[in-house]
Each structure stands twice: as C-alpha cells, then as structure tokens.
C-alpha cells in the first residue's frame, strides 16, 4: 500500500520534530513536506531544528523545510499536522481548510469553536463526528484540534473517574517543563532555580478544553460537562513532562481498589483499533510513594501514557480522590495525539485513501 502523503507546519520547532520523530517510517503516513518561517526556508530540515530533542532519520531528517505559504502547500497532501505559534495559525489553518486539506492542529485558536472537534483520542474520539457538521456546513477540508498539553494529561487521567463515579469539582496545580513554552521559551535567568507561578492564559485552557472535551455529544453538538475546575498553572525548571496535582470531589463514594484496577484496565477505541501511536496502556499507575518522578516516567510508552500514581482518598473536598499524574507535553501533549487522530480518523473513514 502507498502511504498517504502528509507534511508538518511549523516542523522546526519542539512540537513539529515530534511530530517528525512519531511519523518516520509510520505504516501509513510518508512525510514529503517540513514547513517552518522564511528564516528556516531553504535549510536541511535537520540543520534547521533550533534544539534536537529526539532522532530523527534522514528520509524526513534531508527534505528541505519550505516557507509556510497556503497556496504553495503541496495539493497532494492527505493531512496537515500544524505546530505553527499561535499568533499566526488561525489565518493559514483556516485557509488550508478552505483550500480543501485536512489540518489537525495544536494550536490554540478556535478549539472551543462549535463545530471543532478538539479531542483527546482516549478520552472522547466520537466527538470527530463533528466533522460530518463541518461538511453539511460546506467546508472544502476539515479542521480538527488537539487539547493544551496540560488539559491533554489532565483528561485523560479523569475520565475513568468521570466513568464510574461522576466528577463534581476538579482542582489542580500544574508543575510544567520549560519545552512547554517553545523555543526559546524562558530565559534560563528565568527558571534556574526558580518556579515561576504563572503561565500566560493556561489556567483558562484547562479550565474550559477540559469540559468541552469530558463533555458529551448530543444532537451533533457537544454539551460540556457541568463540573467545576480550578486550576492553578506553574513553570518549573525540567525539560520535558508536565506533572499535575489534582483533586477531585466525585458524586459516589470512591472504591480505591476499584478506580486503580480500571485505571490500569482503561482501554478506549484507540486500543481496540490497535493504532500504530496508541499506547498500549494509557494510564500507568505506580503503586512507590515516590512515583511518577519526571525524569524516570515520561517517556513511558514513547510518552503516550499518563502515569498517575499517589493516589489516596481525598480528605478536605465532600468525597472523592487526589493524586498526582505525569505526561509528556509533547508526546501525550501534542504531537502524539494528533497523530493518534489522524490514525482514527483513517481507520473509522474519515478520509479518503
Ligand atoms: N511545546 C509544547 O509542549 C506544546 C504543547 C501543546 C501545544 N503546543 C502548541 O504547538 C505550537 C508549536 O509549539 P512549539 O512549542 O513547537 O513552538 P516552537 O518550538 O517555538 O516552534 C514554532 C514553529 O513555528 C514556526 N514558525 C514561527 N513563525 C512562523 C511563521 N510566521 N510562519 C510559519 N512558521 C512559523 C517556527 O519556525 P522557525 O524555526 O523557522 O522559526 C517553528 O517551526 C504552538 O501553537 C503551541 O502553543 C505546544
């Protein structure tokens, strides 16, 4: 079988060689196009990634990047991938969209729109059947959105709770590497021996993308889920894996043993299709006091499982649960993902070979 055709915008940067390093040699999916700004144009995809993160081979590592131009974008293309800054992805995405392409994006813009699915694979996959709404809307191509990298790890952790014993409030405080911020991201006088409090607009990410994608689709709109979330977001001084402390008040009385036996047991449709990128177990749960530990965890599964561990009876909140949980930002977070979409949406027929 031929493989489809697929490219990368913004395929310099932390996210795009990601994105580079889960499609080499993907059974289905044949990189041919590395998108990135003027000043990357023209280079060796390999000489022009600012800061190598993981290996790369050389049948994508040789194309030449290209400035990102929508009219210039290969018309043979099956899938975009974007990693493009937020500040610029909006106008290219949406006039790769009109141009007809299929464009799964990480970017931020328009991933609480209606008739965006923005999905977490695991978590709510049939929300991709909004994309029958874009089409009866009259889109030439599709759009389809992954989460924040907080929210991604976030929701994937919650929902064997939300399954079995109904979520009332969730508070959280993110722990986030400096690889979440791009490159160059903060300045190293910055984050050395420093947590800074604050992230630019991510506390109202996880706050909103967790109930639009917990909630349930009805009518072919998604009606967010009604409980409450309080987040708190920090920077901390690692390189890769965002650590989140979470507390959850549940509508049922816990069954610990229960919710860490079907943590451990939680497959979804991405399992089932048995999908090249999907991790095997989505959930880790490590039973050490001391676990997950950033650099020990992360890349478990090639980064695609949310490890949780810590797990205890919550004390303060009515009834329910606290724990601490561990993805990669741009495994699990980003990349991963989207290409875990890209998969389901071949396998469940929602693109053309
Ligand atoms: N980092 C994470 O953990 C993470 C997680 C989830 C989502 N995201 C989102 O994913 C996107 C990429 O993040 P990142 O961390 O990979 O950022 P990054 O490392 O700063 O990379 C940005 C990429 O975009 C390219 N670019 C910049 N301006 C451009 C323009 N005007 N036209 C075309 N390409 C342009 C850069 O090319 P040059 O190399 O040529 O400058 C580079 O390839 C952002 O929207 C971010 O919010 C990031």
């Known amino acids: 079988m031929d493989r489809l055709k697929v490219g990368i915008l913004g395929a310099t940067g932390l996210v795009g060689q990601v994105f580079a390093y889960f499609l080499d040699r993907h059974p289905w999916f044949e990189v041919t196009y590395v998108g990135a700004s003027k000043a990357s144009a023209g280079k060796r995809y390999l000489d022009a990634i600012h800061y190598k993160l993981v290996s790369i081979s050389d049948e994508v590592g040789e194309l030449i990047v290209q400035e990102v131009k929508p009219d210039k974008v290969p018309k043979d293309l099956k899938i975009v991938f974007s990693a493009l800054p937020s500040g610029v992805a909006k106008d290219i995405e949406l006039e790769l969209v009109r141009r007809g392409f299929t464009v799964i ?17 695991e978590v709510n996959w049939d929300h991709l059947k909004l994309l029958e709404v874009q089409r009866r809307k009259g889109w030439r191509g599709t759009l389809v959105k992954n989460p924040n990298c907080t929210t991604a ?6 929902k064997p709770i939300a399954d079995m014993y109904g979520i009332r409030k969730v508070i959280v405080t993110s722990m986030q590497s400096v690889s979440g911020a791009g490159f ?3 300045s190293s006088l910055q ?11 991510e506390e109202e990410k996880m706050q909103t993308e967790t109930l639009k994608i917990m909630g349930k689709l009805k009518d072919e709109k998604v009606k967010w889920a009604s409980f409450k979330v309080s987040a708190t977001c920090t920077r901390v001084p690692t390189l890769e894996g965002h650590m989140i402390s979470v507390f959850v008040e549940t509508e049922r009385e816990v069954n610990m043993s229960e919710l860490i036996k079907a943590m451990e047991n939680f497959k979804s449709k991405p399992q089932e299709l048995k999908l090249p990128t999907a991790p095997e177990r989505p959930i880790v749960v ?20 949310v490890v949780v561990g810590r797990l205890r009876e919550e004390t303060a909140l009515d009834r329910g649960v606290k724990y601490v949980a561990l993805g990669h930002n741009l495994a699990r977070g980003a990349a991963g993902i989207a290409v875990v979409i890209a998969e389901l949406m071949y396998k469940l027929g929602y693109m053309e070979a």
């Open 105 to 121: 994006s990480n970017a931020a813009p328009m991933r609480l729109d209606d008739e965006v699915p923005l999905i977490n694979p």
């Open 286 to 305: 490590r039973k050490e006091k001391d676990r997950p530990q950033t650099r020990l965890d992360r890349w478990i599964e090639r980064g695609m499982s």
């Open 153 to 158: 790890i976030l929701t994937l952790s919650l």
């Open 184 to 186: 160059p991201g903060v």
């Open 191 to 201: 984050i050395i021996d420093n947590i800074i409090p604050f992230i630019e607009k």
